[in-house]
């Protein structure tokens, strides 16, 4: 192919691509008369979007495209930092949301990553946890991305997937989908226990894919994804209860693959078959659905993570899309913390629906 047509094709895309799609519109779930209960905030596609260049810049000056977000798979955040893992890119993306700028783990010596699937840390950032399949490792990295903790080295894990912590007793909990178990460590390395095994029964699993701690109690939900449910172990790891079954309507799965839970205790399992996150009560009721399939903000197209923070934001792993989204739980800390906010999103007509902000200049 001629020089000049690579340097034009090469030219569309960049102009095409460096920026992620403008939004103008704000999100609010449940439709009136509900009372408004998750806000649409944000989405992050990695560098799109956050590096700006001028027309100069891109003409002449700019050595390297801007990285996208290329099918990620876990999210975990911190300190209004957001930490993306990316399998196809070899790395886990730092998003800055503040500063506005995008790093990386695992991108070089004894840290390098080969396919990072799960992601998940210390509540005050000292530590990300990040499990790859390819090596059959967990990856412990500190604040300024040096390895500090490697798990695996005794060729004990065969596919580490999702991981949870429980900060008050420095543990790490492994989801292992190949070994249909979980294996717990301390936080510094160390092997504890392990539980669950192959099959259908309590306390048994099918290709396991993910977990979350439920801080206060210490409880372990696992998504026992072909088994088309969640099971909850109190911290050492006995069985407790399930909920979910194979199905297509609300309350059952078809395809579970994230598990989160916020400040009030409600249970977010997320569904790449319904492109969606189900919200359960403590009595394992729907209270809500969020989500549909498409590439419109609050769709989805193949979601895999999800996580809440402490400020019951809730970021979702939008995979196909290439993206991180967010979302804010309206909790009844967060009411009271931000009345003004909410008494806006009280008086929004259609709720639920879009409505139109002033256009940026």
Not at 136 to 146: F, I, W
């Amino acid at each position: 192919m001629p020089s000049f047509i690579i340097l034009l094709i090469s030219i569309v895309l960049f102009f095409g691509c460096a920026t992620a799609p403008v939004e103008k519109q704000t999100l609010i779930w449940p439709e009136q008369p509900n009372e408004p209960r998750y806000v649409y905030l944000d989405s992050y596609y990695g560098e799109l979007g956050l590096v700006e260049y001028g027309f100069w810049d891109r003409f002449f000056g700019v050595t390297s495209l801007p990285l996208p977000l290329l099918n990620p798979t876990s999210v975990f955040a911190i300190n209004d930092r957001i930490y993306v893992s990316v399998p196809g890119s070899k790395h886990v993306a730092v998003i800055d949301t503040v500063k506005k700028q995008v790093t990386y783990l695992g991108t070089s010596g004894k840290g390098r990553l080969k396919r990072p699937l799960g992601v998940s840390g210390m509540p005050d950032g000292s530590l990300i946890f990040v499990s790859d399949i390819a090596l059959k490792r967990v990856m412990g990295y500190g604040p300024n991305g040096e390895l500090k903790v490697r798990i695996g080295d005794n060729n004990e894990l065969k596919n580490p997937v999702g991981m949870a912590v429980n900060s008050s007793l420095n543990r790490l909990y492994v989801v292992d989908s190949r070994d249909h178990k979980v294996n717990v460590y301390s936080t510094t390395g160390s092997f504890l226990f392990s539980f669950g095994k192959p099959g259908q029964g309590d306390g048994q699993f099918l290709f396991p894919t993910s977990a979350a701690v439920e801080q206060g109690t210490g409880n372990v939900y696992v998504v026992d994804t072909q088994n088309f449910r969640v099971q909850v172990f109190d911290k050492d790891g006995k069985f407790l209860s399930k909920f979910g079954k194979l199905g297509d309507s609300v309350g059952t799965f078809s395809r579970p693959k994230g598990v989160a839970i916020d400040s009030e205790g409600h249970v977010y399992v997320m569904d790449a078959a319904f492109d969606s996150f189900q919200v359960f009560n403590e009595n394992r009721d729907v209270l809500l659905v969020v989500g549909t399939a498409g590439i419109d903000r609050g769709q989805f197209n193949l979601p895999e993570g999800i996580y809440i923070d402490d400020k019951d934001r809730v970021y979702v792993a939008d995979t196909l899309n290439g993206r991180v989204q967010v979302f804010q739980y309206l909790s009844e800390k967060w009411k009271k913390e931000h009345p003004e906010e909410y008494k806006k999103y009280l008086l929004m007509p259609d709720a639920g629906k879009t409505i139109k902000e002033p256009e940026k200049q």
